[in-house]
């Protein structure tokens, strides 16, 4: 696998790219992902290709995307958030139906300053998000476990009138 992505995972947005920054610049591209009008103003800040690494970490900063490249037997998902239940969210939903399981996953949280590199089959273990079930189960949502039977209690003494 060798695609790229950009995620918007607040809104759960995906589009394929084939360059990142040249793909985000084009304004109605911008908008598709759900970037605010004062973010988009703020390109002009940075020079195109020039200033690639500042624009990118910029926007990771200001926005809630994702940037995801494939490099074969492994994928990298790059973002910067505080809380990482999104973006895992974000990552689970993406790999349940592209991922296989010797997939190697690369996660960078850049506010956290955080890598973590790991099996596609060990992600839902190791950072206990919801793993994949069956549609009619609600993700997140305790599933009540079935009630106890009676049948081992044994019935009170009768009373003597």
């Given amino acids: 696998m060798k695609e790229g992505y950009w995620f918007n995972y607040e809104t759960g947005k995906v589009f394929p790219i084939n360059e990142h920054e ?6 109605d591209n911008a908008r598709k992902l759900g970037l605010s009008e004062r973010v988009i103003v703020g390109f002009r800040k940075f020079t195109p290709t020039t200033d690639r690494d500042k624009f990118l970490s910029h926007l990771f900063r200001v926005a809630p995307i994702m ?6 037997a492994s994928i990298t998902f790059q973002f910067s958030a505080q809380s990482e239940a999104k973006p895992l969210e974000a990552i689970r939903r993406w790999t349940k139906k592209n991922a296989g399981p010797d997939l190697t996953l690369d996660i960078f949280n850049f506010a956290r ?12 273990r190791q950072f206990r998000v919801s793993s994949p079930r069956p549609a009619s189960q609600k993700v997140g949502r305790r599933v009540p476990s079935p009630p106890k039977s009676d049948a081992h209690r044994t019935a009170p003494p009768a009373k003597r009138r």
Avoid: A
């Fill in 67 to 72: 940037r995801v490249r494939g490099h074969g």
């Fill in 113 to 124: 300053k955080k890598h973590v590199q790991i099996l596609y089959k060990d992600f839902f």
């Fill in 22 to 27: 040249v793909w985000i610049r084009q304004i």
